[in-house]
């Protein structure tokens, strides 16, 4: 059974810092492609980051938020820094290849002063 279990989510005040993680079970981790998503209450689940062997943003969180993998340990952060208001989101780690495609249940990033 594939499981993909995000942690570290959490109420933060504007400009402070939270890093996720996502632990991966029941697939071969080195040989997929790990993501963050996001949905903000009331809008459309939107891409964050990719990590393969480079990593790649969205221009929305770009030179704030940094993606990593560990191939050992079967996790992939998300550093996020700087963080605004408009980074509220349950945010969702992806595991994806060329045939399977699957989804962590989130995790709450809460950003209010």
């Known amino acids: 059974q594939v499981q993909l279990v995000e942690s570290g989510g959490g109420l933060v005040q504007p400009g402070e810092s939270l890093r996720l993680s996502c632990t991966a079970s029941g697939i071969a981790f080195r040989f997929y492609v790990m993501a963050w998503y996001r949905q903000a209450p009331g809008r459309q689940r939107e891409w964050v980051a990719t990590?393969?062997?480079?990593?790649d943003y969205a221009d929305s969180v770009k030179g704030r938020f940094f993606i990593a993998r560990d191939n050992t340990y079967d996790t992939v952060y998300l550093q996020m820094n700087n963080l605004n208001p408009e980074d509220t989101a349950i945010y969702y780690c992806?595991?994806?290849?060329?045939?399977?495609?699957?989804w962590g249940q989130g995790t709450q990033v809460t950003v209010s002063s």
């Open positions: 990590i393969d062997v480079l990593p």
């Open positions: 992806n595991a994806h290849n060329v045939r399977e495609n699957y």
